[in-house]
């Protein structure tokens, strides 16, 4: 299926041929996407209409960072995490931090985990750099994230006294509330706004995602442009809704997880996020399409075979990257099948051969072709797989923009440290 832009998704191999009875169910859903009035839907409007002064404020501040450090540390988890890091990923060099270019800051993560080993190491890894801090939270209160930022701040004040790190720690946070909004106003930080009615894991496009984005150097107006593009195509908005109740259809058949697979490295973190724009949207009141992603051909070589033979629950997802950024020839020496060949065919015979395999093995298979990695492109994306999440999660008949489920662990967690 063309969508009008430069994505191909293929759903010829899903198995699934009639999608009408879901006809009603998607008219209902694109009428509650829509209406302005669905609360956390912000996203919908937002390429069309963004704040284009915040834009500017914020590449200006990603120049100010860019200027200034040699390894920029983002801390935030989730929804104040992923959709930042599948960009920085999908768009930078892939060994970025190890070859360093003047004029780019090393870009790392911190706050996701609870590790004291990850956060040791990383201190020991920033020793000698010139540190910039960017704390994103909405709440303020995210046990990660409330860790790794105390600590890294309190690196940078003994590194550079308190009015320095100040200038130093940028904040996106809750315009009004949370104690985050408190010290970000106390001290001065340099600060961007969470907005309101746009839930973590679709706010990639807000300054959650941007500012960390722009530090990479990468070009966000490109970015939004590309969301712009796709939230104009009468053709991907059909094309989402097309998948939306593909899925829907495949999961009312029994298969219930979704394997997100991607050829290309870069992409590992897009896949990630997609996990959590799922897993969070449709995974409640009992229901919800599991997930999953796995890294070919790497992941192969340890889940091809249930790929092939195993339990049939589950249905793919192909994210194929036509014209990968860069390629290279592979030499004589690696027998006469390969030689010659650039390293990028292989890998394109190789989504060929295992598509193929799968489809005698009877795995519905779903294929969106990506003319390249581009910051457009990634803009494209985000905009269409939100839309067809937020679809699919009312065809499932859950809200897809709420979480209630999300706190549990962190009441008894607490309960846990109150014990210690
Ligand atoms: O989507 C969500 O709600 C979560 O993933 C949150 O983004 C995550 O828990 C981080 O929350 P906060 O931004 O409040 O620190």
Redesign the pocket.
Same mark, same amino acid.
């Given at each position: 299926m063309k969508n009008g832009l430069q994505m191909n998704f293929d759903m010829a191999l899903a198995g699934v041929r009639e999608t009408g009875v879901y006809q009603e169910g998607l008219i209902a859903a694109k009428e509650k996407l829509h209406s302005g009035k669905t609360d956390f839907t912000g996203w919908v409007d937002l390429p069309s209409e963004y704040n284009r002064e915040e834009i500017r404020r914020i590449a200006e501040t990603a120049e100010e960072i860019r200027g200034k450090c040699s390894a920029f540390i983002v801390i935030? =988890?989730?929804? @104040?995490y992923l959709g930042a890091r599948a960009a920085v990923e999908m768009l930078s060099h892939s060994f970025a931090r190890e070859i360093g270019k003047a004029g780019a800051p090393k870009i790392y993560f911190a706050g996701m985990n609870i590790s004291g080993t990850y956060h040791a190491e990383l201190m020991d890894t920033i020793e000698r750099e010139e540190v910039c801090l960017c704390v =994103?939270?909405? @709440?303020?209160?995210?046990t990660e994230?409330s860790i790794a930022f105390a600590l890294l701040k309190d690196a940078l004040i003994k590194k550079y006294g308190k009015e320095e790190a100040a200038r130093r720690i940028y904040a996106v946070t809750d315009a009004k509330r949370g104690v985050l909004r408190e010290e970000t106003d106390r001290e001065g930080y340099t600060s961007f706004v969470?907005p309101d009615d746009i839930?973590?894991?679709y706010s990639v496009l807000t300054p959650v995602g941007l500012l960390p984005i722009a530090a990479a150097g990468i070009q966000i107006e490109e970015m939004l442009e590309g969301a712009r593009e796709a939230q104009a195509s009468a053709e991907l908005m059909e094309t989402a809704e097309t998948y939306a109740a593909t899925r829907n259809a495949l999961f009312n058949k029994g298969k219930v997880i979704e394997i997100f697979e991607a050829y290309e490295p870069r992409l590992q973190y897009f896949t990630e996020w997609l996990k959590?724009l799922f897993g969070?949207s449709e995974g409640k009141d009992g229901r919800g399409l599991f997930p999953a992603a796995l890294q070919l051909s790497t992941d192969l070589h340890s889940m091809g075979q249930f790929l092939q033979q195993g339990n049939p629950i589950f249905f793919e997802t192909v994210l194929n990257v036509k014209n990968p950024p860069k390629d290279v020839t592979v030499p004589e020496d690696a027998g006469a099948l390969l030689a010659g060949k650039s390293m990028n065919q292989v890998n394109q015979a190789a989504v060929a051969g295992v598509m193929e395999a799968h489809r005698k093995a009877g795995v519905p298979i779903l294929k969106l072709d990506l003319p390249e990695l581009s910051p457009r492109i990634f803009g494209q994306l985000v905009y269409f797989f939100e839309t067809a999440c937020g679809l699919s999660g009312y065809l499932m008949g859950v809200d897809p923009f709420n979480?209630p489920g999300?706190e549990s662990y962190k009441e008894e967690m607490r309960a846990e440290l109150s014990r210690l």
């Open positions: 935030g =988890i989730g929804g @104040s =994103i939270s909405k @709440s303020g209160t995210t994230c969470v839930g973590g894991r959590q969070e979480q999300v």
